[in-house]
């Protein structure tokens, strides 16, 4: 299997080659040649498997360069930390089951990929006999997944930017807390996008780039995609198993469009998916293009602070590859949208609208920081369940598209210790902590300051590279 640009313009790689790169070469995203397909036969054989198998299994069409004894030691040590279910479905009443992503060491569904990401890229760079500095931006969970599954590693070094004051208390103390030397944390006087611009300029000098080894983890990351596809062969085959039915629907709280693309591989592969059902915040530049074909990504400025914080963007990063699919693997089209959007602010699809449902199953609604705190309270008054901001807003609209007969698996993205001050603001309660999460909340703090200024970025970059 090889990967190509969705703009064109790069020699096709294989996987892991794809994986030390942000964007590819002529700043498009890197895609499969052909998409990998799976038969009903082989999704029967696949229910018997462990999380670790099927992530084994799946990632396996992906990552043909990899020996299976390889990735089969890779998956089970990415996920060994994990609860044996690994991901848990549970029905929260007669329509909704939440598929559980949130298991891992930082309690967001990030984890899922960025375990089995820390495994591969370091087999990657001992196989190149190199050393990579990621250069990262997050409004959060991403960084915070990332550097706890990168902690440590030889050859991999962490510069992760986040936007000074845009964090909850708990996502801070998780990334900032730790003090392995091979993690940097920088804080960053901007929101998310200025972080982001920031990587993008640095990133774009390819002489700099190449001088500091750098890379990239974020979420347009093929390891991240191709990770997250398995959990939706997972929740599949645990909820048909179930309940017998052959078609489900999956509702996904978004941000980057990169947890929903990988729902969007999974139905290009064969998995029977019905609905993928899109859940925006306020920041619903996604929801907007999904109802009118019309896409206005927003700047900074617009960009709100919400309650579901992780899903605060006003450009989806991952959004290329749909377009890919959508202009039919016409690479020219998807750089003459992006040329579009450069100059007019906006590229329009009205014209395809009709086939983003009937053709790729996707649907879209946006939920509000009332939604947010009215879906946490209804969802504990009658399960006495309590569920994150995220997952709320995953919830909220997952109820608009509910239909009799199709399973609706909301994908749980978070757990709702790390939004404590948005669940007593809902439901009035504290939520309690295991020792082990009061430890962290406590411990001391290391973080490096810094303005939106690349100079000032570039000089902490070259005194710290990994070399
Ligand atoms: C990152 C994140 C999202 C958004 O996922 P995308 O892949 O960016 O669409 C939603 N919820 C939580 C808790 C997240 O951390």
């Not at 927003?298 to 890919?324: C, G, V, W, Y």
């Amino acid at each position: 299997m090889q990967y190509i640009s969705t703009r064109g313009g790069m020699q096709p790689l294989p996987y892991c080659e794809t994986l030390l790169e942000g964007l590819a070469p002529d700043g498009g995203l890197a895609v499969p040649e052909t998409m990998p397909t799976v038969d009903g036969e082989t999704l029967e054989r696949w229910r018997a498997l462990t999380y670790p198998q099927l992530a084994t299994e799946v990632l396996g069409l992906f990552a043909t360069d990899i020996p299976r004894a390889d990735l089969a030691r890779m998956t089970a040590a990415a996920y060994e930390t994990f609860p044996e279910a690994v991901v848990p479905l549970r029905a929260i009443d007669d329509d909704l089951t939440l598929v559980g992503l949130s298991e891992g060491p930082t309690l967001a569904f990030k984890d899922m990929a960025m375990q089995f990401l820390g495994q591969v890229v370091e087999y990657a760079l001992e196989r190149k006999g190199s050393v990579l500095n990621i250069l990262g931006a997050t409004s959060g969970d991403t960084g915070s997944a990332a550097e706890h599954a990168l902690r440590g590693k030889d050859r991999i070094s962490v510069f992760m930017l986040s936007p000074k004051g845009r964090m909850s208390a708990f996502q801070r103390a998780q990334m900032f807390s730790l003090d392995d030397e091979n993690i940097h944390n920088i804080v960053v006087d901007g929101v998310f996008d200025d972080c982001q611009n920031l990587v993008k300029k640095l990133a774009g000098d390819l002489d700099f780039k190449r001088a500091q080894n750098l890379g990239a983890v974020n979420s347009i990351n093929l390891a991240r995609i191709t990770a997250q596809v398995v959990y939706y062969f997972w929740a599949w085959l645990r909820a048909t198993d179930i309940g017998g039915w052959t078609e489900v629907s999956f509702t996904v709280p978004s941000g980057n469009f990169g947890n929903i693309l990988s729902g969007f591989f999974a139905k290009q592969m064969g998995l029977p998916i019905r609905r993928l059902v899109l859940a925006a915040n306020e920041n619903n530049v996604l929801d907007e293009f999904f109802r009118t074909g019309v896409y206005r990504p927003r700047s900074a400025a617009q960009t709100l602070a919400t309650s579901s914080p992780s899903m605060d963007i006003s450009k989806a990063s991952n959004l290329e590859r749909f377009i890919f699919e959508l202009v039919g693997r016409d690479a020219s089209r998807v750089v003459s949208a992006w040329k579009d959007l450069d100059d007019k602010g906006h590229f329009d699809f009205t014209a395809d609208l009709s086939r983003f449902i009937e053709e790729f199953g996707i649907v879209s609604g946006t939920s509000t920081h009332a939604d947010r705190l009215a879906t946490i309270e209804a969802v504990y008054d009658a399960s006495g369940d309590i569920i994150d901001p995220h997952t709320a807003d995953g919830v909220k609209v997952a109820r608009e598209y509910v239909e009799p007969g199709v399973p609706m698996l909301v994908l749980e993205t978070a757990k709702p210790q790390k939004f404590a001050e948005t669940i007593r603001e809902a439901i009035g309660v504290e939520l309690e902590y295991p020792s082990e999460l009061r430890a962290m909340l406590d411990a001391p703090q290391r973080t490096a300051e810094m303005a939106d200024d690349e100079h000032e970025l570039r000089a902490f970059i070259e005194a710290n590279a990994l070399r």
